[in-house]
């Protein structure tokens, strides 16, 4: 259809023109045949004059003029010579043949036949007049005048139209069917060639060279990405297990010692000065859980944020600092931000307008102008830092989060080549909750300057794409997830986030879930004999800590045999505790647990112990392998990590998970028991449910999903990612190679 309508575009201008032309060109050619045959009849006229003019002398000898009269009448036998008049010296028309007008003197002979068309329509038709004058031996005899007949000119005209008329409509469907074959060929080729640029494969096929001589260097470059698209394949089958040696092998192989750049806000360890002395210690962050064994594995550089306030005296005189400490597997370059800067951009537009707007947890985002200034200064700092730590001009950039909305734009700018991988920790919302963001559009700008833009689920990227659908003029190919946007492609997928498995070495040395039971009942000092229930996240009010209290204090009042012999513990990490919604949520939950306690505790034995304080690892650790049940209730959550981090706790295959169905992981632990938060009646039943389960039914569960996080551990999520960076960053040099070849570049 569109083709259609491109060609009767073309067609019918073609039709007027050459219509037009048409118009033009007849009279044209009328006047132009007409002067050919005025001149052609002007020479026959003369040729006959001197042929008859002997004759004409010697025939006005005679007296009578007998001979002159049979002469012209012999002369008119001619079919083209109609009539013939004869003027005499003293200009009186003294013979003439029968068609030789009687009005006609031989003054207005001379006159039509000087004229610049001398023609004269007589009985029979038009004729062109001539006027020759004759002279014998005694001078000039007289003047003959010849009228030749014209009507054949008029019958040669219209013959003549009638062909200049076929030619041009001949011509005219021989342009149209060129151009309607050219038009299609070039359309397919052109959709075609657009499917394929867009599947990635367009630049390499079009541009071949066709000369025999580098159709070696075209079938080596065709071989090497199907060997590549073989080698993807391979490594998407979901059985093949993810390792940190397979991971590294990738980098060594597929990116072939590229390097690879880290930036976040939050920093893998941070220095802090405690007692006096230096201490480090590791954030509570799923980010940092998750990119940290990826930095072990491939030894680049990671830009943070230097929070902490022994973080300067750690730094080299580059800001530098090798860690983990005392492995140096990768450099941590440290990035310093000013008070303001740091309220603006993390706490600010970060924190109180990224965060809730994209959760949706019934919190209102808040956007300030200054804010938003100081965003996108701090994201040009990092964005500088990126390109003065890159070795080459293609790095492979992996941006995480919220934080860097604009920073894959910024460092495109600077370094066109580099493969910008961002990925998105926090879920993305639908495109109406979206678009009450003052600077949505350049928000979505900033993030397509990645090469591949991740989520955690299908969802996520769905939701992002129908943003930009809504709000920017891009081209999006649902087919393959991809937006092309200002010229650059950047493919939309989805990459659900892990933790490590295999196993760190540190948990051969675990204790067993007995001692770590015993230790946490003594410790926290809970009666003998009750069932324990766990929550451990940052306090934070997206994590539906609230619903889980009112869960709590449901069951208890549901199920009464439980009561006085169940504790919950939740530990509570203090997160962004500089912000208002923060600390009003903490005293809130404070009041939750206090209430619930006083309605159902002991003061020796409360039901809630909420440890509001920094827990390392391996305490954490202790908690999930003593619990009955872990409790995940997030209102909304891109992933949430501690699911996964419970299951892999649990190598005896004890312990229930609870899990919100708005938790990312819901889509792939359907084993746990997926409840929602906001429902207490349900929630609650789940939480009986878990504390009365059989332990065969317990194993069954846990061990399918100790499977899934094994086999979708984080390895898994980096190496999908960088497999498909590898892919992108071959096509690309494929494609520059050969348009190198073909004299393009
Ligand atoms: O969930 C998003 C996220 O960036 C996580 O990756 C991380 O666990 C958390 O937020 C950290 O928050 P913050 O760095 O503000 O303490």
Not at 408 to 419: G, Q, S
Not at 659 to 667: D, E, M, Q, V
Request: proline share 6%; charged share 25%.
């Amino acid at each position: 259809m569109k083709t259609f309508r491109l060609q009767l575009r073309f067609l019918v201008p073609l039709v007027l023109i050459l219509t037009g032309a048409a118009y033009l060109a007849l009279p044209l050619m009328d006047r132009l045949t007409l002067r050919w045959f005025a001149r052609d009849l002007d020479m026959r006229g003369t040729l006959v004059a001197n042929a008859l003019s002997d004759t004409l002398t010697d025939a006005l000898q005679e007296t009578r003029g007998r001979r002159l009269q049979n002469l012209f009448d012999r002369a008119v036998q001619d079919e083209r010579l109609v009539a013939i008049g004869w003027c005499s010296t003293d200009g009186k028309v003294v013979r003439r043949t029968q068609r030789f007008p009687n009005d006609l003197g031989c003054e207005g002979a001379r006159e039509v036949a000087s004229a610049k068309d001398p023609q004269l329509r007589i009985e029979g038709g038009p004729v062109h007049v001539s006027f020759h004058p004759i002279s014998g031996e005694a001078g000039p005899a007289g003047n003959l005048v010849l009228m030749h007949d014209l009507s054949f000119i008029e019958r040669r005209s219209q013959d003549t139209r009638k062909y200049l008329l076929l030619f041009i409509a001949g011509l005219g469907a021989a342009i149209a069917l060129a151009t309607v074959i050219v038009a299609q060929l070039s359309w397919r080729g052109w959709v075609n060639g657009a499917r394929a640029l867009l599947r990635g494969e367009g630049l390499v096929r079009p541009m071949l060279p066709p000369t025999p001589e580098l159709a070696p260097l075209a079938a080596d470059l065709r071989q090497r990405l199907r060997d590549l698209d073989d080698e993807y394949r391979r490594v998407q089958r979901p059985d093949t297990v993810w390792s940190p040696q397979r991971l590294q092998s990738l980098l060594r192989t597929e990116l072939r010692g590229d390097q690879v750049i880290v930036v976040s806000n939050r920093e893998p360890y941070i220095h802090e000065h405690k007692d006096g002395k230096l201490t480090v210690r590791r954030p509570a962050s799923g980010l940092v859980t998750a990119v940290e064994p990826v930095m072990r594995a491939c030894s680049g550089t990671w830009i943070a944020h230097g929070s902490g306030d022994g973080d300067r005296e750690a730094v080299d005189r580059n800001d530098r600092v090798a860690l983990p400490p005392g492995e140096d597997a990768y450099q941590l370059r440290r990035i310093w931000l000013t008070k303001e800067q740091e309220e603006g951009y993390y706490y600010g537009f970060a924190n109180e307008g990224l965060w809730p707007l994209c959760h949706v947890a019934h919190v209102r985002p808040v956007f300030r102008k200054g804010d938003w200034e100081h965003y996108r200064e701090v994201n040009q700092l990092f964005a500088d830092a990126v390109v003065a730590e890159a070795r080459s001009e293609d790095p492979v950039v992996l941006v995480q989060d919220y934080h860097f909305a604009l920073l894959p734009a910024m460092v495109r700018r600077k370094l066109p080549r580099a493969t910008i991988l961002t990925f998105w920790h926090i879920p993305w919302p639908n495109p109406e909750s979206f678009g009450i963001c003052p600077w949505r559009s350049e928000i979505l700008e900033g993030m397509l300057g990645s090469t591949i833009l991740g989520f955690h689920t299908r969802y996520h990227c769905k939701n992002f794409i129908e943003t930009v659908d809504r709000y920017l003029e891009a081209r999006i190919e649902h087919e393959h997830s991809t937006i092309t946007f200002g010229g650059a492609q950047t493919l939309v997928e989805s990459y659900p986030i892990s933790i490590e498995w295999p196993l760190p070495e540190v948990s051969r040395d675990w204790p067993t879930p007995g001692q770590c039971r015993t230790e946490v009942f003594e410790r926290l000092h809970i009666p003998q004999g009750h069932r324990i229930g766990v929550g451990v996240d940052r306090f934070d009010y997206t994590k539906g800590i609230f619903e889980r209290f009112n869960a709590v204090e449901r069951m208890l009042e549901k199920y009464p045999d439980l009561q006085g012999r169940f504790t919950f513990i939740q530990v509570a990490a203090p997160s962004r505790e500089a912000l208002e919604e923060y600390r009003s949520f903490q005293e809130r939950i404070h009041r939750s647990a206090d209430r619930i306690n006083a309605r159902f505790g002991r003061p020796d034995a409360p039901v809630i112990r909420l440890l509001a304080q920094h827990h390392g690892h391996e305490e954490v650790n202790k908690l999930y392998r003593a619990a009955d049940v872990c409790m995940v209730t997030s209102l909304h959550d891109g992933m949430n990590l501690v699911c996964k981090e419970f299951v892999a706790a649990r190598d005896d295959e004890r312990g229930v998970l609870i899990l919100s169905r708005f938790a990312g992981a819901a889509r792939e632990m359907p084993e746990a028991l997926v409840v929602n938060p906001y429902d207490v009646e349900e929630t609650a039943d789940a939480l009986y449910q878990a504390l009365t389960m059989p332990a065969g039914e317990q194993r069954e569960r846990m061990g399918s999903l100790r499977s899934t996080v094994h086999e979708y551990n984080v390895y898994r999520w980096a190496g999908r990612m960088l497999a498909d960076a590898a892919r992108l960053r071959l096509r690309q040099r494929v494609s520059e190679r050969v348009q190198r070849h073909s004299g393009e570049l």
